[in-house]
T-cell receptor
Framework: NAGVTQTPKFQVLKTGQSMTLQCAQDMNHEYMSWYRQDPGMGLRLIHYSVGAGITDQGEVPNGYNVSRSTTEDFPLRLLSAAPSQTSVYFC???????????FGEGSRLTVL | ELKVEQNPLFLSMQEGKNYTIYCNYSTTSDRLYWYRQDPGKSLESLFVLLSNGAVKQEGRLMASLDTKARLSTLHITAAVHDLSATYFCAFDSGGSNYKLTFGKGTLLTVNP
């Protein structure tokens, strides 16, 4: 029962570097999303997808790109990392019409 | 703009006491979720409330939903130290995007 798998769990970047956070789910969920969690801010939605080939912006999309080529995978790309992107990132999936989100274990990113 | 307001944001309790966390949301929704997060961990689903008047209980926690008042509550009965965690509510905005909007969380500390 893998559920939602995120990699890497920890990453340190320098300002301006790029990287991709990987997310995969094995529950055949149509909906996948990325959140960032910062102290005192709760969880804020970055991007989400309702199916392969369909993505949309959430509350805080600037500086991030996503794609959804398969049902299983939903990578999050940082094109040019900034210190403001230091955060914990959670990938989550859910069945389309009902049910709660299932979260990955999180990826802690530090941008120096 | 979709908003979720939780209060209190910080709650320090003694073991054995009762308390309630409140979650107000800004738009019509009949799907409300409660999550628990332990320090450094991911979010774990506690309750899914899918209709007005829904009440669910698990151990010392009970959640309810009043869609007319746009209010959900998480009641803690006879708190124990193991309940120390951050609790989030989230509501489903429905429509065609199925996004979940989270509150900022309530950090609960249960003291002996």
């Amino acid at each position: 029962n893998a559920g939602v798998t995120q990699t890497p769990k920890f990453q340190v970047l320098k300002t301006g570097q790029s990287m991709t956070l990987q997310c995969a789910q094995d529950m055949n969920h149509e909906y996948m999303s990325w959140y960032r969690q910062d102290p005192g801010m709760g969880l804020r939605l970055i991007h989400y997808s309702v199916g392969a080939g369909i993505t949309d912006q959430g509350e805080v999309p600037n500086g991030y790109n996503v794609s959804r080529s398969t049902t299983e995978d939903f990578p999050l790309r940082l094109l040019s990392a900034a210190p403001s992107q230091t955060s914990v990132y959670f990938c989550a999936s859910r069945p389309m019409r009902t049910g709660e989100l299932f979260f990955g274990e999180g990826s802690r990113l530090t941008v120096l | 703009e979709l908003k979720v307001e939780q209060n209190p944001l910080f709650l320090s309790m003694q073991e054995g006491k009762n308390y309630t966390i409140y979650c107000n949301y800004s738009t019509t929704s009949d799907r409300l979720y409660w999550y628990r997060q332990d320090p450094g961990k991911s979010l774990e689903s506690l309750f899914v409330l899918l209709s007005n008047g829904a009440v669910k209980q698990e151990g010392r926690l009970m959640a309810s939903l009043d869609t007319k008042a746009r209010l959900s509550t998480l009641h803690i009965t006879a708190a124990v130290h193991d309940l120390s965690a951050t609790y989030f509510c989230a509501f489903d905005s429905g429509g065609s995007n199925y996004k979940l909007t989270f509150g900022k969380g309530t950090l609960l500390t249960v003291n002996p």
